[in-house]
């Protein structure tokens, strides 16, 4: 009897620690993470998947000389260029393929700049995290500036509690929608639908759906960048929390993921503080860390 009652504070020990493993494990989504990993091993891959774990890391933390502070990516198809915000002195930045600055543009009351998408010649949309706006802008080769009184924009006046607002965009050119991402807390994307407008002659209104099943398909803490694939479809979702790249099917499936840690797909050290995550035209992914750190993956 006396052992016994010895050993219980022992087994008290032991059942919290296994509570608290679990309410961790819980917290970030480790057990829906396991078992995708575990599922990947013993399935055949979609035919119709990216592959994210075939990518390998060819350039990594090459630091962006001139920048302390950068958030978001995309690519622009027409000036084989990527585009990045930085929101403490708020610049739109034009960035070469391997991370070079091109040029720089100040950006005049937008608040808090967290992602920037390319829409089509000369048009993107800007998003300000803080007030919930989404903005369209025009950049021309020989803008220097770029004012937000000037500029179409809306807010979607959703989830608008706390600081964790939109953080990643993403566009599908052919069914004009664009992605947005919102933080955590809750931890949504949002489909929005009449925004940009192309026909400012024309009437016109602006529909915002969110889709359940996919945004519970994300076993991820945190949403940083959305980047759209015109060609399967498929959208990847970037966390900086749980250091992962997923990718989505058209139905919200997990198919494919990138690990963000060191040891994973040629990475040397693990990527520091993801926020922003592009595609081109051949596959290749680019993706910035803060404070100023440049990635680029490839296939094999």
Do not use: C
Request: charge should be negative; hydrophobic fraction near 40%.
């Amino acid at each position: 009897m006396y052992r016994l009652t010895r050993l219980h504070p022992a087994f008290l020990i032991l059942g919290l620690l296994v509570v608290l493993l679990a309410v961790l494990a819980h917290n970030h989504r480790l057990w829906q993470r396991a078992w995708f990993d575990w599922q990947s091993l013993w399935q055949a891959a979609d035919p119709q998947s990216l592959g994210l774990g075939d990518y390998r890391a060819s350039l990594q933390a090459q630091p962006i000389q001139g920048l302390d502070e950068v958030s978001a990516l995309t690519y622009d198809p027409l000036r084989k260029s990527l585009f990045t915000v930085t929101n403490k002195n708020s610049e739109l930045i034009e960035l070469s393929l391997d991370g070079q600055i091109l040029r720089r543009i100040d950006l005049l009351g937008f608040g808090d700049p967290e992602a920037v998408e390319f829409i089509s010649a000369d048009t993107y949309v800007i998003s300000d995290e803080r007030q919930h706006r989404l903005i369209k802008i025009q950049l021309r080769d020989d803008t220097t500036f770029i004012d937000a009184a000037d500029a179409e924009q809306i807010s979607l006046g959703v989830h608008m509690s706390g600081n964790k607002g939109f953080e990643g965009l993403a566009y599908d050119a052919s069914g004009k929608r664009l992605f947005v991402a919102k933080e955590r807390d809750p931890m949504l994307i949002y489909e929005v639908h009449g925004f940009p407008h192309f026909k400012p002659e024309k009437n016109y209104s602006v529909h915002v759906i969110n889709n359940p099943k996919r945004d519970a398909g994300l076993f991820v803490r945190d949403l940083s960048s959305l980047q759209y694939d015109e060609r399967s479809g498929h959208l990847l979702a970037l966390s900086d929390e749980s250091f992962l790249v997923l990718e989505l099917d058209i139905d919200g499936r997990p198919l494919s993921s990138l690990s963000l840690l060191g040891g994973r797909h040629g990475l040397k050290n693990r990527v520091p503080q993801a926020e922003g995550i592009a595609m081109d035209d051949e596959g290749s992914l680019y993706l910035v860390s803060e404070p100023n750190l440049f990635y680029v993956f490839k296939k094999p």
